[in-house]
């Protein structure tokens, strides 16, 4: 589990520095560290310009609009081993979120989810985390499905089911599940 943890610190500071950066015309592909953005031909770091990510946990929905708040597909590698992802901050940075799965994104996929996590920061002194949790219940799956990946101006679109838990490690309530879908395109 702390690796899936690292997975998702490093989408996470990724987020907060894209959302930092993305009225900015500046390359955040390069880094000083083993961490870094994958800026092959095939897989490379997109900002969304249009198109929503909406997240449910419980009977709660966020939505991250990527015309204001920002939102990014990103593909990292870490000591060789690859994955894809998505970001988000909005614009007022009360809430991220970030999921990641291992391997390569494409078109029509379905993986399992490696990391991710939800941060609410809605009083400016308390932050809630939810992490993925370590362990699943009957009936509860842990994955991605891309439906589309860069086809015309969509960056991607797809689903994921998971469940989260707090930082302490206990479920976010009853309904712990957390569905998500996003539709993002990149022109």
Do not use: W
């Not at 500071?13 to 950066?21: G, H, L, N, P, T």
């Not at 219940?137 to 679109?157: C, P, R, V």
């Amino acid at each position: 589990m702390n690796f899936f943890r690292f997975i998702f610190i490093v989408l996470f500071f990724s987020a907060v520095i894209i959302s930092c950066q993305k009225d900015q015309s500046v390359d955040v592909s390069a880094s000083k560290t083993t961490i870094k953005a994958d800026t092959s031909d095939n897989s490379r770091n997109f900002f969304a310009s249009k198109g929503t990510l909406n997240i449910t946990v419980g009977d709660s929905t966020y939505t991250f609009d990527a015309a204001k708040d920002s939102v990014a597909f990103i593909n990292v590698n870490i000591d060789s081993n690859k994955y894809f992802g998505i970001t988000a901050i909005n614009k007022a940075h009360t809430v991220s979120f970030g999921i990641s799965s291992p391997g390569f994104a494409s078109p029509d996929l379905t993986n399992t989810i490696a990391g991710g996590q939800l941060l609410l920061n809605a009083d400016g002194k308390h932050v809630k985390q939810y992490v993925l949790s370590n362990s699943l219940g009957i009936n509860e799956s842990n994955q991605i499905s891309l439906e589309k990946y860069m086809q015309d101006s969509i960056l991607t679109k797809g689903t994921f089911t998971t469940v989260m838990t707090n930082k302490d490690g206990e479920r976010i309530s009853s309904s712990s599940v957390v569905h998500g879908s996003f539709n993002l395109q990149i022109k």
